[in-house]
T-cell receptor, first 113, second 111 residues
Framework: NAGVTQTPKFQVLKTGQSMTLQCAQD?????MYWYRQDPGMGLRLIYY???????DKGEVPNGYNVSRLNKREFSLRLESAAPSQTSVYFC????????????FGPGTRLTVL | LAKTTQPISMDSYEGQEVNITCSHN???????ITWYQQFPSQGPRFIIQ???TKVTNEVASLFIPADRKSSTLSLPRVSLSDTAVYYC????????????FGSGTRLLVRP
């Protein structure tokens, strides 16, 4: 099993450009999450999806949208990137009801110029 | 959500036991305590989880006193590869819970 995979690994955008970060898991997990991590800081939850067909805002949702495409895939979209969105983005998944036991992807390092 | 407090950093040497303590004075009755480990340029990895007393797995032990206002992650005989950031998280294991990662404890293991 690959676990949680994320694409791309690295991305550089100009201010105002848009892009979608992709995430997929092959563990048959119901819940999926998107976090950002700024240098020297802990992770902050952007959005989460408790189950297929549902999404909810986390701690820092402004400037982002998400789509739970199916049970396996959960994408994060930046419609108009800003330098403040320069960060490392992590996707995670967990079994429903086992929310603390999250499995993380390798991350996407995003730079917005 | 229960607020957690951990040391910002700790130093140790290979072969030593390392204990990282986390304070969570306002922990709720239905809260669990979970620890994650994060290596540079990687996503966090679940280490251990507990509710009370002691939990042990192949990686670490977690000690939780009776009042549950603190917990201690114990790493036996650390190696250089244990150098990482360790996060303590507290919260209920239901669908309404949102994980809050603090700044964690940076552990540096020296040769």
């Amino acid at each position: 099993n690959a676990g949680v995979t994320q694409t791309p690994k690295f991305q550089v955008l100009k201010t105002g450009q848009s892009m979608t970060l992709q995430c997929a898991q092959d563990m048959n997990h119901n819940s999926m999450y998107w976090y950002r991590q700024d240098p020297g800081m802990g992770l902050r939850l952007i959005y989460y999806s408790a189950s297929e067909g549902t999404t909810d805002k986390g701690e820092v949702p402004n400037g982002y949208n998400v789509s739970r495409l199916n049970k396996r895939e959960f994408s994060l979209r930046l419609e108009s990137a800003a330098p403040s969105q320069t960060s490392v983005y992590f996707c995670a998944s967990s079994r429903q009801g086992k929310r603390d036991t999250q499995y993380f992807g390798p991350g996407t390092r995003l730079t917005v110029l | 959500l229960a607020k957690t407090t951990q040391p910002i950093s700790m130093d140790s040497y290979e072969g030593q036991e390392v204990n990282i303590t986390c304070s969570h004075n306002n922990i709720a009755t239905n809260d669990y305590i979970t620890w994650y480990q994060q290596f540079p340029s990687q996503g966090p990895r679940f280490i251990i989880q507990g509710y009370k007393t002691k939990v042990t797995n192949e990686v670490a032990s977690l000690f939780i006193p009776a009042d549950r206002k603190s917990s201690t992650l114990s790493l036996p005989r650390v190696s250089l590869s244990d150098t990482a950031v360790y996060y303590c998280l507290v919260g209920p294991m239901d669908s309404s819970y949102k994980l809050i990662f603090g700044s964690g404890t940076r552990l540096l293991v020296r040769p």
